[in-house]
């Protein structure tokens, strides 16, 4: 019941992970480089800015993604007094 009762706020955690990550590698981008980030689909962009704002964007929407998910799971299990989602990782 309580993963039902979570999905809306994981949905909107979601949505504000991608726009706080979003904000956070455009701003890092600008401590790098003046230029916009490059698109892959751009062709005359070279393959190490690619990779490097790939990594970098990747990095950043995993790291704020996660944090956003951690939080609102502490906070729905405050709420609640039940963790939505698994209590521990299933053996191998």
């Known amino acids: 019941m309580a993963k039902v009762l979570y999905l809306p706020i994981s949905v909107l955690g979601g949505l504000i992970a991608g726009v ?3 904000r956070l590698f455009e701003a890092l981008w600008s ?3 003046a230029d916009e980030p490059p ?3 751009q062709p005359d962009v070279s393959w190490k800015r690619i990779v490097l704002a790939l990594i970098l964007e990747g990095a950043i929407f995993r790291l704020v993604r996660g944090l956003v998910d951690r939080s609102s799971r502490k906070g729905f299990s405050r709420l609640t007094g039940s963790w939505p989602g698994e209590e521990r990782p299933q053996a191998a």
């Open 39 to 41: 698109d892959p689909k």
């Open 20 to 22: 706080l990550g979003r």
């Open 31 to 33: 401590v790098i480089d």
